[in-house]
């Protein structure tokens, strides 16, 4: 319940910016996996984005009818699909982006810099123990 109202808290903050440019949250979670790891089968995308399969099919139909991704099939098997950004996300990208991080800076100043990258450490930390468990 902590981490669920803290994930809540934290969305209250960005919500209206994803939102006052059409996007859902997990649209705006596809843009940035894509931007940040490049084009990606939709099993990887999911994986990323923690959105299961049966939901990103929707999510990826939606955001290429909106001309936000692109898909290609593999010329060596055409089951296969990578997606893509279009030059509308990459500019959604580069406009959110710029009050995301005006928003993190305010994050800083209310509760500290040193409090905020004891939350990424510990998270990291929370993340890489419960990875290591489902290795075993």
């Not at 981490?3 to 910016?17: G, I, S, Y």
């Not at 999510?59 to 692109?70: H, P």
């Not at 800083?108 to 990291?124: F, M, Q, S, T």
């Amino acid at each position: 319940m902590l981490l669920l109202r803290a994930r809540e808290k934290m969305m209250e903050r960005f919500r209206p910016l994803i939102t006052a440019h059409g996007l859902t949250e997990q649209q705006w979670r596809v843009i940035r996996a894509l931007n940040e790891h490049g084009p990606m089968e939709p099993r990887h995308i999911s994986d990323i984005c923690t959105i299961s399969s049966p939901s990103m099919a929707g999510v990826l139909a939606r955001m290429e009818s909106m001309d936000l991704v692109t898909k290609e099939r593999f010329a060596e098997d055409q089951r296969r699909v990578l997606v893509s950004l279009t030059d509308t996300s990459l500019e959604l990208v580069r406009v959110i982006s710029r009050d995301l991080e005006a928003h993190y800076r305010e994050l800083e100043r209310k509760v500290g810099p040193e409090i905020v990258e004891r939350v990424y450490r510990a998270v990291d930390d929370l993340l890489a123990g419960l990875e290591e468990g489902e290795e075993e």
